[in-house]
C-alpha cells in the first residue's frame, strides 16, 4: 500500500444535493442534502442516504432516483470522482448535484468534491442513461469491467471467475466500505500484475537518461511488461484558454468520446514511459507521430457516451489535426506532471476495477474528421 494509494481510497467529494422543484410536494421545500461521496464510489450507492432526507416531500409512487448536473443527467455507471474530474474543469465546492425521482428503475449520481446537484425521483432519462437497479446494477457493471481489465492484463479472465462467494463477498463490500487494506488483501489472489519494481527501476535511472521518454526513441531491445487497461474521457476545444474558469462546459454527453485502449508498458534500460507519452499513444488520431500500431489502433473500441456503452460498436476516426494542444489531464482529481512515469500513474492512481481512469481536454484549432466502423 503506498501513500498515493491510500489518499486515493480516502478521498471524498462534497455534494450539495437539491431535490428538483417539480417533485416537491411541500412548503416550505426540504433543505438541500450534504453528503461526502468516495472518489472511487458510485452514485447509486449513495441512494440510501438520500432518500430518507427528501421521502417527507415526495410525491406517492415507486421511486427510481437519478442526478443532474447544471441540467446533464449523470452517468450512474462511470466512478464519482470521474464525473467530477470530467464536468468541473474548475472544482467547485460544494458541487450542486439536482436529484431527480422517477417510477421505474433507480438510479443515482453523486461526485467527490463538495458540488452542488440535484436529485430526481420520476422523469428518468432512458434515452441517455442505462436502466439501473440500484447495487445489484452497480456490482454487475463493477464486475463486468474487472474481468475485461483481467483479459487485458492476462489474457484471460479466469482468475475473476474463479473467485470463491466469501472473496467476491469481500472484494465488493471493500469496494463498498473503501477499505483498501481488505480490497488488496483479496484482488492480490487476481493476479493482475504490479508495476512499482518497474517504476522504481526507471525512476532510479540516471537523470540524463531518464530525461528520454520511451515514444520518441527506438527501442530495439524492448521487453513488454505489461499492458494497462485505460479508459479516457476525451473533449477537444478550439479556443485557447489560460484559466478554467474560462474553459467551454461539458453540458451534453455527445461532446465527450470515450475511449477504451490499451498501454503497452516496455521496458528498456535508462528509459520510461512517461504519461506524456501514453496520451499520445492512445490518441493516435491526434498525434500521428505516436508508436500506437495498426493493429493496436484496429483492436480498440472509441465511442460517444450517447449510446449503450456495451452495444456500441468501435469506431475508428480519421482525423487531420494541426497543432493538437493537451490543456488538461486529470487523474483521481490532480493533474500530474506530464513527464511522470506512466508506471507510476498506473500503480497508485488505478481504480478498483483496475482500469485507469484518465480525463483529457485538447484545444484543436483545426481538425477534420471522418469516422468508420471497425
Known sequence: MTGAQKYVWEGSIPLQIHLH???????????????MAPRVGYLPLL?????????SALPPG???IWFEYKGLPLKWYVPTGVLFDLLCMEPERPWNLTCRIFCGHLCENFKTDLLQNMVHFRGYPSNILLPCEGEDSVKWSFINSLKEAAYIINGNCKNVMNMSQPDQVELWRSVLKCNLESYQR???????????????????SSPEKSQQSAGETDM?????IGR???????????????????????DSWDKVSYINRPVEIHKEEGKYLSLHDAVKILLPEFFPGSTFSNEEYASSSKRNFEGEENSCEPVLLSCK?????????RIQGIEPKLQIPFSWVVQNLMNPE?????????????????????
Request: include cysteine; charged fraction near 20%.
Open 228 to 250: 494497462i487497461p485505460v479508459r479516457l474521457y476525451l473533449w477537444t476545444v478550439r479556443e485557447d484558454f489560460d484559466d478554467f474558469e474560462d474553459a467551454p462546459q461539458i
Open 47 to 55: 441512494i440510501s442516504l438520500v432518500k430518507p432526507h427528501f421521502s
Open 220 to 224: 530495439p531491445a524492448e521487453v513488454k
Open 321 to 329: 489535426a494541426e497543432n493538437a494542444e493537451i490543456k488538461l489531464v
Open 62 to 64: 415507486v421511486d427510481t
Open 354 to 374: 483496475h482500469f485507469l481512469h484518465m480525463c483529457v481536454c485538447l484545444r484543436i484549432p483545426q481538425v477534420s474528421c471522418s469516422s468508420s466502423t471497425i
Open 21 to 35: 422543484e417539480s417533485e416537491v410536494t411541500t412548503l416550505p421545500p426540504p433543505p438541500p442534502a450534504l453528503i
Open 186 to 204: 483479496v484482488s492480490s489472489k487476481l493476479k493482475l500484475g504490479n508495476f512499482e519494481d518497474y517504476y522504481m527501476g526507471s525512476f532510479n
